[in-house]
């Protein structure tokens, strides 16, 4: 059940200024959300935006990243959920960017949108139940999983 | 009245619990009952609220009724992919606009 999110645009600037403007903070802040990005490998940050009680989010995006090919490919780590500590959404972002003629092609992807089944498990977890009953209910839905992939 | 939130519904450890046993196996609701302490009305209620949450699905068979759990019910998982879609291509249209202003400076 897990899904993908694919985009695709097209900047007429040259990498370099996408790169910039994509791993820059105050630019990021400008066209995304305030945040304490740094392009470097292993770095934890987060975003903050205005909560939106109906998707359970309170806000905040934590965030690590974890590719960095300099005006190439970056990818980060995009979670979030209802209050600290619980993370009902569990994605990532990878940013590609492709050289065009007068331009760059910028590509995301927002994957790891996952089904029930795994929401469920995560909240399971989140809910502090003990391991055994956690490692049992895993292996269930790891098993109905493969059954229905 | 709006649909009840598919996150409080799994907030109480008893519908947790139901959740658990329907992960393994589709249930009668005598059978899911049985594993209950608690009264088979009180059992029907927290089924009733899994229900209309979208987690569960309830099918008649004779005068039984059965419940399992509805793998297509998480709609926060569609919800947010909509929500996504729409927000990069917003953002997106924002970063050309940074972009543009860079570099004219």
């Known amino acids: 059940m897990q899904r993908d999110l694919s985009f695709k645009w097209y900047f007429p600037h040259t990498p370099a200024a996408v790169w910039a403007c994509l791993t820059e903070q105050e630019a990021i802040a400008e066209w995304l959300m305030k945040n304490d990005f740094r392009p470097v490998v292993g770095h934890k940050f987060n975003f903050h935006t205005k909560p939106i009680p109906k998707m359970d989010f309170d806000g905040i995006i934590y965030c690590e990243v974890l590719e960095v090919e300099a005006l190439k490919r970056l990818v980060y780590s995009w979670k979030g959920g209802p209050a600290p500590g619980v993370i009902t959404l569990d994605t990532i972002l990878t940013w590609t960017l492709i050289p065009k003629e007068n331009g760059t092609e910028v590509r995301l992807e927002h994957s790891g949108f996952k089904g029930f089944k795994n929401y469920l498990s995560s909240l399971f977890m989140g809910a502090g139940w003990n391991g055994r009953i956690r490692k049992r209910l895993e292996t269930l839905l790891n098993e109905n999983a493969n059954a229905t992939t | ?105």
């Open chain 2, 1 to 105: 009245m709006p649909l009840p939130d598919p996150f409080q519904a799994i907030a109480d450890p008893g519908r947790r619990e139901i959740l658990f046993l329907l992960s393994k196996e589709k249930l009668s609701m005598n059978a899911l009952a049985e594993n209950f302490e608690i009264s088979r009305p009180a059992v029907s209620k927290h089924v009733k609220i899994l229900y209309e949450a979208g987690l569960i699905m309830i099918t008649e068979v004779g005068r039984e009724r059965y419940c399992e759990l509805n793998p297509d019910g998480f709609k926060e998982i569609r919800a947010w992919m909509a929500y996504y879609e729409e927000f990069w291509n917003a953002k997106m249209v924002n970063f050309g606009k940074v972009l543009n202003k860079r570099m004219k400076q």
